[in-house]
């Protein structure tokens, strides 16, 4: 059965949310990614793409692009740019496109399922493209892009979710340039986190719609540092990683 957890996330200031927010580092290339982020010293993508912060033609494997992306990643921190939660908290992003709306639980999923086949796929992964973002997971001590789950609806799940958006404003709200809203609520009800992760508990599969090769990082690098870790307990970070999780 699929694992879901709750965890601390890292997120920020509603002012900068929408300046902040940026697509997914493999939807656009170095070029257009420069271009995205001309003038917003907010975007993720210093991060997520970090070549461009550097001349135009240098190779984004080269050693450097990855230590300024652990490098924006500590300025964002400390400029409070990202800020962690203070408890283990779910959350409910939702995007909606011509009309309709769809919501998502965000949490982490299990290094293990992924391992194990409860975290389905139906791409093949390019070894290339896998050692790019686990050089970025390795050197961040961070996932900085959940991936994005489907899974079997849960009809009690949904229920929670429909009541808390009604009943509940939403952190963020805004509409990004390309014309997909999106909303985002926080969940710190310790009794209904504990629900929904049990209710959870129920879905036998989960599929990986999108974010391939962020999964197999996030997996890959999580399972290397248990095989490093001679005092492994399965509850350390590593073995955990951010996605949403939308029903079907």
């Avoid at 408890?87 to 998502?104: D, P, R, S, V």
């Avoid at 293990?112 to 139906?122: F, M, V």
């Avoid at 599969?205 to 399965?234: I, M, Q, W």
Wanted: charged content about 30%; hydrophobic content about 35%.
């Amino acid at each position: 059965m699929a694992l879901l957890k709750a965890f601390k996330g890292l997120r920020p200031p509603v002012k900068i949310s929408r300046d902040l927010a940026s697509r997914p580092y493999d939807v656009l290339n170095s070029m257009e990614a420069r271009e995205e982020a001309k003038g917003n010293e907010y975007s993720l993508l210093h991060i997520i793409k970090p070549e461009i912060d550097f001349p135009v033609g240098i190779d984004e494997h080269e050693p450097a692009v990855y230590e300024k992306a652990r490098e924006n990643f500590e300025k964002f921190r400390a400029n409070g740019w990202l800020v962690q939660d203070n408890e283990e908290y779910l959350y409910i992003y939702a995007q909606t496109m011509n009309g309709k709306t769809q919501y998502g639980i965000v949490g982490c999923a299990g290094v293990e399922d992924y391992l194990d086949g409860i975290i389905r796929k139906h791409e093949l992964t390019r070894k290339d493209k896998e050692e790019d973002r686990m050089k970025h997971v390795r050197i961040t001590y961070a996932n900085m892009e959940p991936v994005f789950f489907t899974y079997p609806a849960v009809k009690e799940i949904d229920v929670i979710v429909d009541g808390i958006v009604k009943a509940q404003k939403s952190e963020y709200d805004f509409t990004s340039n390309d014309g997909i809203g999106h909303q985002f609520w926080v969940i710190k009800d310790k009794s209904t986190i504990e629900k929904i992760i049990n209710l959870f508990a129920k879905v036998p599969f989960t599929y990986v719609a999108d974010g391939h090769h962020r999964t197999a990082a996030a997996a890959l690098v999580g399972n290397e540092k248990k095989k490093n870790n001679p005092n492994h307990s399965g509850k350390e970070e590593y073995n955990f990683f951010p996605c949403g999780s939308f029903s079907r």
